[in-house]
């Protein structure tokens, strides 16, 4: 959420205090002395922009369109894509015949003369030879194609499942930086205030100069703090242009976008397990090994073919007519001795069959165990966001502002006051991370569950 401000100046000592932020932040004016109601009022209201809820709709990149960018972005699922295509081909070309073989020539030439005109028993052949496909190989094939048509169709659905969960988790990261950043800003004009309250109660005798110097370590603390997390957003920024592209990344992300939905009954989400493309995936190789069970079997049956062919020749004798036969001969070939061949290669392929079942098997249990896992954090997450929502960031606020009315009446410790700001920091900080793992969560499951 974007806390835009615009901040008077401060006085000489502040400004000699923003070394290295002059360009980032503006100081607020001394009013804590004179206004100290204004602090408190100042410090509800940008506690409750910091936990706005998402609410107000605001442009920018959002978490749906980053998914959108990063599967046409993505070159592999191109290549996927491609090779499909060519599955495709194969497939038809599986149910094709064997090429037939033709022959022509000259048979009985002289030697002496090489005169085809000269010896009558000189002929002119012919032939052409066609085989076909053992028993129903030719169909089997194109089945086995088929099912790995099947498997890369699934290979297709997977990787866009991956595309969708690696672009959600890039902008994730950057979500959770500009979050971070924003609340650090927030909360470094309250440090900033709380400076200028020490500095005036020291200026009255009220205090001494170890709450000046406390206050400005403070303060100190946060800008390290904000120099990390600017660190760390260019870092996740150069992730997200990995996925979706230099040019899409130069949008900011959407700040209020709503990261995670409503999730459906769990004994739903377990029956969409089956249509997993790791499930379907199992389950095309599975039948792609039946077909090569198939295939093992066909090679028990003899393949046959058929040979035709047509002979000319001038004549048996002299003054005779020119002669012409046809030849017609049916092929086929006699797999008798099969206990090193045809019986080795069914046993082979039906050890794989039952390998690749095992492996459906263990795939299956993987992802109901993924998504058992999911299902327990997610509940988890919500009850301690609403733990936090509820109770947790309201304590923090109202411990925060006590011990500030406390300090400003001489009741309460500097030592309190910053350990009640700093727990109010660390309160909405933690609630961020809870947030966007819990969303984080979200995209596992419906990696899981949806297509």
């Not at 997610?378 to 009850?383: G, I, K, P």
Request: hydrophobic share 40%; proline share 3%.
């Amino acid at each position: 959420m974007k806390c835009n401000a615009i901040y008077p100046s401060s006085s000489a000592s502040l400004r000699r205090r923003d070394d290295g932020f002059s360009n980032n932040f503006k100081y607020p004016a001394d009013i804590a002395g004179a206004y100290p109601g204004f602090v408190i009022s100042l410090f509800f209201m940008f506690t409750s922009l910091v936990l706005l809820p998402a609410s107000v709709q605001a442009t920018g990149l959002t978490l749906e369109q980053a998914e959108q960018i990063a599967l046409q972005y993505d070159t592999v699922l191109k290549a996927q894509k491609e090779q499909l295509l060519s599955i495709e081909h194969e497939t038809v070309a599986a149910g094709a015949w064997e090429d037939p073989n033709v022959r022509i020539g000259i048979m009985d030439v002289p030697t002496d003369s090489f005169d085809i005109n000269a010896e009558p028993m000189t002929q002119l052949e012919i032939g052409y030879q066609q085989m076909f496909p053992r028993g129903n190989a030719s169909g089997v094939m194109t089945q086995k194609k088929r099912a790995q048509q099947t498997q890369q169709q699934s290979g297709i659905k997977l990787r866009e499942r991956e595309v969708r969960m690696t672009a959600r988790k890039a902008w994730l990261d950057l979500y959770v930086q500009q979050q971070t950043e924003q609340i650090l800003l927030a909360s470094r004009l309250l440090f900033s205030q709380q400076l200028d309250v020490s500095e005036s109660l020291y200026a009255a005798g009220r205090s001494n100069q170890q709450d000046v110097l406390q206050a400005d370590l403070e303060l100190s603390l946060v800008d390290d703090r904000l120099q990390q997390v600017l660190a760390t957003k260019q870092e996740k920024l150069a992730q997200l242009v990995q996925v979706i592209g230099a040019e899409a990344a130069q949008t900011p992300i959407e700040a209020n976008a709503e990261i995670y939905g409503v999730l459906t009954d769990a004994k739903i989400l377990h029956e969409q397990l089956d249509h997993h493309p790791l499930v379907q995936q199992q389950q095309a190789a599975i039948a792609m090994q039946t077909e090569e069970v198939s295939l093992a079997q066909q090679k028990f049956k003899p393949q046959w073919g058929f040979d035709l062919s047509y002979n000319r020749s001038d004549g048996t004798s002299i003054g005779s007519e020119e002669a012409s036969t046809m030849t017609f001969m049916l092929m086929f070939d006699l797999p008798l001795i099969t206990g090193n061949a045809q019986d080795r290669e069914l046993a082979a392929s039906k050890q794989m069959l039952q390998a690749e079942r095992y492996m459906s098997q263990d795939v299956k249990r993987q992802l109901i165990s993924q998504l058992d896992q999911a299902l327990a954090r997610w509940q988890q997450l919500t009850r301690r966001l609403e733990l936090y929502d509820q109770r947790v960031l309201n304590q923090a606020q109202q411990n925060a502002r006590v011990a500030l009315k406390g300090y400003q009446s001489g009741v309460v410790t500097f030592d309190a006051l910053t350990r009640a700001r700093s727990a109010e920091l660390d309160a909405q900080m933690q609630r961020l991370d809870l947030y966007v793992e819990k969303a984080m969560v979200y995209a596992q499951i419906m990696y899981l569950t949806v297509d």
